[in-house]
């Protein structure tokens, strides 16, 4: 097939990424067509198909372009807190798993549409999205969720699975701005102030995490 644009291959596939991005983060999968996202990356629809044959291969392309720069980020910490003489304390695990999409956040308007597509990836059950979650984030959660086993012996393995699922569901609800921060503190605390929202609910999440297990404390067998 004839290669088009003027532009270059990857400029037009970056441009249709982009427009994809945008659109999945205002609206749910179901509702976003290749013709919407054609039109606002101003290609024709055969160009869409060309690059990412179907709606569903451009929706994994979407959030597999930034879930890899995530995954990376945290495969680097693991890497270096696993060259140290002294292994990583909790916090540091911690802050080190949920940095890179507060960076990607930190990033505009753009870093925001990701984080909005990566909160409805995680809220959506059908088949599509868990594939999708386990292809990209299961086998680096997984080797997290051992690193935490170690640094905290005194918990059951069990309780830090329950936790990281709930580490994850309480970052991808306070990073897409949609938290209900404002309301409930009667508009004298936003979660706008990135820094401040990653310091807080970073201490909330070592907090949650080291608590002892439930109905005492002991390591269990898996």
């Known amino acids: 097939m004839k290669k088009v644009d003027s532009g270059g291959e990857k400029s037009v596939r970056d441009r249709i990424l982009s ?6 983060a205002e609206a749910c999968y179901s509702e976003v067509s290749i013709r ?10 055969a160009l869409v198909s060309y690059h990412f ?11 597999k372009r930034r ?6 980020a945290r495969e680097r910490a693991l890497a270096e807190f696993e060259s140290r003489q002294t292994p990583p304390t909790l916090e540091e695990l911690v802050r080190a798993y949920i940095k890179p999409v507060f960076d990607i956040k930190r990033e505009g308007p753009r870093g925001i549409a990701f984080v909005k597509v990566q909160a409805r990836l995680h809220n959506e059950a059908d088949e599509l999205f868990l594939r999708i979650r386990r292809e990209i984030y299961d086998e680096i959660s ?3 969720i051992r ?12 309780d830090i699975s329950w936790r990281i699922a709930f580490l994850i569901g309480a970052v991808n609800y ?3 701005g949609v938290d209900r921060l404002n309301d409930l503190s009667d508009n004298t605390v936003s979660a706008t102030d990135i820094d401040q929202l990653e310091e807080q609910l970073a201490r909330f999440l070592v907090a949650g995490l080291s608590a002892p297990s439930a109905g005492g404390e002991g390591k269990a067998t898996k």
């Open 36 to 45: 919407q996202i054609a039109a606002s990356s101003k290609v024709n629809l």
């Open 174 to 176: 306070m990073l897409p």
């Open 147 to 158: 690193m935490l086993e170690k640094t905290m012996p005194q918990v059951r393995p069990q």
């Open 53 to 63: 044959g179907s709606k569903e291969g451009l929706y994994r392309a979407v959030v």
């Open 67 to 72: 879930g890899d720069d995530i995954v990376r």
């Open 142 to 144: 997984k080797r997290y």
């Open 19 to 24: 427009a994809a991005e945008a659109a999945f």
